[in-house]
Structure formats: C-alpha cells, structure tokens
C-alpha cells in the first residue's frame, strides 16, 4: 500500500524530481576500476555486508582494482599474481587478504612469464600478446619461468566454499587458459568478471570464452569495455 502511494502521489510531484535531480549532483560514486567496472559490482553485491572474492592477475591493491571498494566494506579473499614484487603492496595494504604469488593456468607445472616491468598491466603468459605490445610501445620484455596450478586447485588447496561471491580474472590474454582450469560443476562463483580481447562487442558471442561459460550455465550480463560479466543462470 504505501509503495502504491509512493508511486501515484510522491514520485509524480515537483518536489520528488528536484530531490532526485540534487540527490544524484551531489552523489558520487568512488571507482578504482580502469573502467568505472569496480561501480556496477559493488552494485550488484550491494545488499552483501561480507563475501568472498578471489582476483587472478590483481597487479595492485587499489590502482585498477576491481575488489578493492569491496575490500572497504569488509570482504576479504584471495589476490593471485605471478610477480612477488606485485604483491608486496598487497601485504601492506591488504591485512585481510591471502595474497599467493603463482600463475593460474589450466594445468600444474611451470610457464613462460613474459614481463615488461614490475607493475606493469602488460605482464602476461600469453606469447601472442606480449609480442604485439613489444611492437606497439617499442619495448622488450623479459621471460621468467614461473609456477603454474589449475583455479580448481588452488581453490580446494585454500578450502574456498563452492558458491564464493566473487571471480576477477585479468591475466592479458591467458584468461581462457584461466577458465579451463576451473571445474564450474565443482565451483560456481556468483560473479565472473573476465576480459574478452574483441575488436566488438558483437565478437564476444564468437570467443571462446562466451562458449565455455555459455556452456557450463552462466549467462552474460553486462560488459565495460573489454570486462565482460557472467552470472550462473
């Protein structure tokens, strides 16, 4: 009854859209995402106190990061990246978090780490794009062998619960390799967020990636820049 009034009566008056216009002038929204993509999560879990994330390339505790506004309301999880050096800020900055100095791939061993420098968004296992930045910046990068281990291992390793909050995958082109290593019968996130390198947004029907997620019951639900959403359907 009293939304029903709120509709007919308050929502249709002057008064209610000058409210709305100052509410949303003065309202900002802090986002520390490349893209403004760290806004729509926070949204999404936006009736969430706590949860759990688990962010595979995370580079930095707050420059880029996709988890680091949830990290401010409470939540705490898993960063991974292949570079030590990359992690010692999340040590400092992030008390609550587990930070684990690995690449994520679709099997255990070791891999060809190709670095640009420390810090560098750039840094990838995938030698296809490597090279096509060497090109483009006019810069070589350095090859360090590192380990590898499966998403699906290194979640039972660290008894992360099958229906964990949150997925970030950003690893500049091995995000496919990322995903064929996670059993999604076993693990099924709420959200994946993951980039698909396409020219348009058309081709990400096309990539593997869709397919595989597609496959294995998540649905797209939103896309920033090359950072597409999936949810389980």
Same mark, same amino acid.
């Given at each position: 009854m009293l939304a029903s009034f709120k509709k007919k009566f308050i929502k249709t008056s002057l008064i209610y859209y000058i409210y709305r216009y100052f509410k949303y002038k003065f309202k900002s929204f802090t986002s520390y995402g490349g893209s403004g993509e760290d806004i729509f999560i926070s949204k999404f879990f936006r009736n969430f106190k706590k949860g759990f994330y688990v962010d595979i390339g995370a580079l930095?505790?707050?420059?880029?990061? /996709?988890?680091?506004?949830?990290?401010? #309301?409470?939540?705490?999880?898993? @960063? +991974? *990246?292949?570079?030590?050096?990359?992690?010692?800020?999340?040590?400092?900055?992030?008390?609550?978090?587990?930070?684990?100095?690995?690449?994520?791939?679709?099997?255990?061993?070791?891999?060809?780490?190709?670095?640009?420098?420390?810090?560098?968004?750039?840094?990838?296992?995938?030698?296809?794009?490597?090279?096509?930045?060497?090109?483009?910046?006019?810069?070589?990068?350095?090859?360090?062998?590192?380990?590898?281990?499966?998403?699906?291992?290194? /979640?039972?390793?660290?008894?992360?619960? #099958?229906?964990?909050?949150?997925? @970030? +995958? *950003?690893?500049?082109?091995?995000e496919f390799d990322v995903l064929k290593g996670l059993n999604l019968k076993k693990f099924r996130p709420k959200l994946i967020s993951i980039e698909i390198h396409v020219l348009k947004t058309k081709d990400i029907f096309r990539s593997n990636i869709f397919k595989y997620l597609s496959k294995n019951n998540y649905e797209l639900v939103s896309q920033y820049k090359q950072t597409s959403f999936f949810t389980p359907k």
């Open positions: 930095h505790p707050i420059n880029g990061s /996709l988890t680091y506004l949830l990290y401010k #309301k409470g939540w705490n999880g898993i @960063n +991974i *990246d292949m570079m030590q050096e990359n992690l010692r800020l999340f040590d400092i900055f992030r008390k609550r978090d587990k930070n684990l100095d690995i690449a994520v791939s679709s099997s255990k061993g070791s891999i060809n780490a190709y670095l640009f420098e420390v810090g560098s968004g750039l840094n990838t296992n995938h030698l296809k794009n490597a090279t096509e930045w060497k090109h483009k910046i006019n810069k070589n990068f350095m090859i360090r062998k590192v380990r590898k281990n499966t998403l699906t291992n290194i /979640l039972k390793n660290n008894k992360v619960i #099958k229906d964990f909050d949150f997925l @970030n +995958i *950003d690893v500049e082109g091995h």
